[in-house]
């Protein structure tokens, strides 16, 4: 069930000045969230941020009653949200939106960019406690933008491309030599930027592999109330917020 | 003990805290956060003939204090409100007011003659005054003309409670207010939404797809209180106060300046609980100020 939710600023792992992990705490329990749930999040002390912020949870602990979400610091409300003291009240509206399939004793390959890997830890670890084989794909700018590996490697294979080749591949994901000749890989998730996802899921209909994006559309609401984040799909505008973030890529018309 | 109910127009509401179309869904969206039947009204999502698709993404800017939005109406129609929509809403005890669009007045008595026949719906709210779309919508809304006339043709049509969202975007929106009451209005509600524009200066792009839209929030709360005061000293309709109203004192300032009821509007998408959180603002405040009727706070503006 959706509901509202005080929750309390443990700490922050900063992993170079615009990126960081923020950990809060609550005395209640944490509904169960699913991998590719969001969180609209108030940030506290900033009267000129209006609206909450959509961010995807990264993890969360049930036993320590703790849920933490990776934030790229990209404007005001997200450097805020960077800023707080410990122990300062954090309001959140959540678990949002739809998650990503589990797809049973296959063998995937998730694709990500940016800030869209967050939910990629929590859907690994889903998709290992069902025997499934996973695959990464991260794409970044330069090695210095390049996070999270260490997590990702304790549940399969971290493959990266880098624009300037101080990484993995030199070139954009979709230009990673996985790509070329035939892939036997039963399905791919994918999110980050919309130009990333959209290259990744038409290699996706040319192989024939099923493939889901995790939108990442401005929103107000997050709960379906506004009709502001809409994407065009097959069957007319839908709301990220409740209809996604998670869609089959085939439905997207964008 | 506090009595909170209001009268509008002879419909009685529990208390006058309602949601404002479009910041509300058909409130199914918000049974996870809070108890309905606690709610005045709900004021649902705009309605048309037929389906619409809305506006294309980007509909929706942050503004200080405030947003800009431009969806235009996105809805499946008053058929699938009707048989689909309705159905599961109208078991809660709260008045749902449908709120009712057109691109054409015959859009808007069509519309009109199917709901009259609704057992359970007291009335709609006949919205004059949409930005955000290309035909009628607020065209309707900021001449005296044409604001007559298409009340006038849903009056003819439509037996219960006629609610006539007024626009802002207007010199003087006294006229209109009168207008629409000489026409046959029960009541008015007013504002919508303030045209507008967010530009990306890094781009040099504007932000909304439509380029401007319609703002609310805390932002146009000074405009909307001063158009609610206008207007109740021009017409003798109650009128439904709305305009960046977040909290009970909002709401308080509202009915102070002539509101026999108010909207919460995008007050909702910060805090979908902030509609009960009002409700229950509003009883201390009597409480505590010894007002017996929230109603005696309707334009009790001391001047």
């Known amino acids: 069930m959706k509901r509202v939710q005080d929750f309390n600023v443990v700490g922050y792992n900063w992993l170079n000045k615009d990126n960081y992990i923020i950990t809060l705490s609550s005395d209640s329990d944490i509904e169960n969230i699913d991998p590719g749930n969001f969180a ?22 049930h036993g320590e009653n703790t849920i933490k979400f990776y934030i790229k610091a990209m404007g005001k409300g997200t450097r805020q949200l960077g800023n707080l003291d410990v122990d300062s009240k954090v ?45 990464f794909l991260i794409g970044a700018r330069s090695k210095g933008d390049v996070f999270l590996t260490d997590e990702f490697n304790k549940f399969g294979k971290v493959l990266v491309t880098t624009e300037d080749g101080s990484m993995g591949e030199k070139g954009l994901v979709t230009q990673h030599s996985i790509f070329a000749g035939n892939m036997d890989f039963d399905h791919i998730y994918t999110c980050g930027p919309d130009p ?55 439905d997207l018309k964008w | 003990m506090v009595n909170l109910n209001v009268n509008i127009a002879g419909l009685n509401l529990k208390n006058p805290v309602t949601t404002a179309s479009g910041t509300f869904g058909f409130g199914e ?17 705009g309605l048309t003939l037929k389906n619409r698709e809305g506006n294309d993404y980007p509909r929706m800017a942050e503004t200080p204090s405030g947003m800009l939005n431009a969806v235009g109406l996105q809805n499946k129609g008053i058929d699938y409100f009707l048989n689909t929509i309705y159905p599961k809403i109208k078991k809660w005890d709260t008045e749902i007011f449908p709120n009712i669009n057109g691109s054409v007045v015959e859009d808007y008595i069509a519309v009109a003659e199917k709901l009259n026949d609704v ?62 009451e000489s026409a046959g209005a029960d009541a008015v ?40 005061w ?62 017996a009727n929230v109603a005696d706070l309707t334009g009790a503006l001391i001047t």
């Open chain 1, 91 to 135: 309001n959140i509206v959540y678990p949002l939106g739809n998650s990503f399939s589990i797809i049973h004793r296959k063998k995937v390959l998730i694709v990500g960019g940016g800030s869209g890997i967050a939910p990629f830890i929590m859907l690994a670890s889903k998709l290992i406690d069902v025997s499934t084989e996973v695959t």
């Open chain 2, 189 to 228: 509600s007013l504002v919508n939404t303030l045209l507008g524009m967010a530009i990306d200066a890094h781009t040099r792009k504007p932000i909304l797809s439509t380029i401007t839209g319609g703002l609310s929030g805390p932002a146009i709360k000074p405009v909307a209180l001063r158009m609610v």
């Open chain 2, 230 to 291: 206008q207007v109740y000293n021009a017409v003798k309709i109650p009128i439904v106060g709305i305009g960046g109203i977040m909290n009970a004192t909002d709401a308080i300032e509202f009915m102070l300046a002539g509101s026999s009821a108010i909207q919460v509007g995008t007050a909702n998408f910060i805090d979908p609980q902030i509609s009960i959180k009002i409700i229950d603002g509003i009883k201390e405040y009597c409480s505590n100020n010894g007002i």
């Open chain 2, 119 to 180: 057992e359970g719906i007291h009335g709609l709210e006949l919205n004059i005054s949409c930005p955000n779309v290309k035909e009628g919508g607020m065209a309707f809304g900021v001449s005296c003309p044409s604001a007559m006339a298409v009340t006038r043709a849903v009056r003819e049509v439509y037996d219960k409670i006629i609610i006539v969202k007024l626009s802002p975007n207007v010199t003087d929106i006294t006229e209109i207010a009168k207008g629409v």
């Open chain 1, 196 to 250: 990333m996802m959209k290259a990744v899921a038409q290699i996706a209909h040319e192989k024939n592999i099923p493939c889901e994006a995790s939108l990442e559309n401005m929103m107000a609401c997050g709960i379906g109330a506004c009709l502001c984040c809409v994407t065009p799909t097959v069957r007319g505008n839908e709301c990220v917020c409740t209809e996604g973030p998670v869609f089959n890529s085939k």
């Open chain 1, 40 to 61: 609209e999040i108030k940030v506290p002390n900033s009267p000129d941020v209006f609206l909450r912020r959509p961010i995807s949870v990264l993890d969360v602990d």
């Open chain 2, 29 to 45: 969206e918000f049974e996870d956060f809070i108890d309905l039947n606690r709610l005045g009204g709900i004021f649902v999502k």
